[in-house]
């Protein structure tokens, strides 16, 4: 039988968690780009789990990351809407699934992209927020209109 856990019946992938929030759905390769948005560097009392390239129906290989004990805010998941946007979040209580909703991708995200364009007025000396424009796949400065497609993880502001 055929499923998205790509784990069953022979063995379940990567165990359930207790409570926290299961990212589902995440595009191949963009595991390790959801654990820098949401600041999981591997810290003492991190309990994270990932699952890399695994076999699903929806997409043709998927990324899941396991968050023990940890609900996201709405910035962390517009932000996550930008590299993994067909991801459903599910957040876990008690073992049960209590919550489960697909990302949307905002219009515009404020102040979490830096501008890669080091003339930009966003990136200057003058605190200026940053503003990008959310397009299909790319996002394009509000202020300077560079366009970024490829790349827009390593635009994400951490600091
Ligand atoms: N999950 C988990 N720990 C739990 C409950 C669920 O890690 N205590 C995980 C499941 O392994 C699955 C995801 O959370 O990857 C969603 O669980 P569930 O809604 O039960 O699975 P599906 O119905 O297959 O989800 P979907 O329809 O979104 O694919
Ligand atoms: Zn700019």
Redesign the pocket.
């Known amino acids: 039988m055929s499923?998205?856990?790509g784990d069953e019946p022979h063995e379940l992938r990567?165990?359930?968690?207790?409570s926290g929030t299961?990212i589902?759905?995440v595009r191949g390769g963009q595991a390790l780009n959801v654990l820098a948005i949401l600041g999981i560097d591997g810290s003492e009392g991190e309990e994270v789990s990932i699952g890399m390239n695994v076999p699903s129906d929806?997409l043709a290989r998927k990324d899941?990351v396991?968050v023990e004990g940890r609900e996201l805010s709405q910035d962390e998941v517009d932000v996550l809407s930008l590299i993994a946007p067909d991801a459903?979040i599910?957040i876990?209580r008690d073992?049960?699934?209590v919550e489960?909703h697909r990302v949307e991708r905002p219009d515009i995200v404020e102040g979490v992209l830096s501008c890669p364009n080091r003339n930009c007025i966003t990136t200057g000396d003058e605190p200026v927020t940053s503003g990008f424009e959310v397009l299909e796949e790319a996002v394009r400065c509000s202020y300077c209109g560079t366009i970024v497609r490829e790349e827009i993880a390593s635009l994400i502001d951490t600091a």
Do not use: L, P
């Not at 990567?14 to 207790?18: A, E």
């Open positions: 499923n998205d856990h990567v165990s359930k968690i207790r299961v589902d759905h929806r899941i396991k459903t599910n876990v073992y049960e699934v489960k």
